[in-house]
């Protein structure tokens, strides 16, 4: 994970660098480019939906004559190919995508407006990148989403259902409550 990190601030960084040569050029070209619209990026911003009892963090979103969103996410070889490679997964999941799309209806409130989505991806073994554009209606699905878990958390704890984000196996083998939760059919740690 701290690979992760390193490779996330660096995006970041190269990005704040290019926001501050063109506050730069503003200052010294004001009256050339004065009419032209300049892209700036909003880097790590918080969102918050209140109405569905949501929080987190966008890493990067790209203003200018349009709005875009972006999430960098690290992952190893493996998986770089079932997203890229020839032997791609025909029945991924989706949790990346929800994600983004809760951050893009967020988005949309803040700025009025969102065009794009992209998920970039990093591979931590050879270093190479490679993105996936996700479709805007991605904010309908992310909405309905927590809706439906909030309308079950009224109810009570509900049970526990695999596959349902954050409950995918991988993340149980992180997770430290793992001995608290006893999900069904898996083996304690």
Partial sequence: MRLGTVIHEDLQNALVY?????????LTKEKEIKNKQKEK???????????????????????????YLFDFKTIANWSYSKKFGH????????????????????????????????????????????????????????????YNINEEHKKGLPDFKQGVSPVQDWNCSYCPYLDHCKPPNRKKR
């Fill in 41 to 67: 990026f909003h880097i790590e911003g918080n969102i918050e939906i209140e109405e569905l009892n949501v929080r987190g963090h966008y890493d990067c979103v790209s203003e200018g004559d349009n709005v």
């Fill in 87 to 146: 032997n791609k997964d025909f029945d991924p999941s989706i949790h990346q995508e929800l994600q983004l799309g809760t951050y893009g209806y967020a988005i949309k409130e803040k700025f009025g407006r969102l065009d794009g989505m992209y998920l970039v991806y990093y591979n931590k073994d050879n270093s190479m990148m490679n993105s996936t554009s996700i479709p805007t209606s991605y904010t309908s699905r992310a909405f309905n989403f927590w």
């Fill in 18 to 26: 290019y926001n501050n040569i063109n506050n730069k050029e503003l």
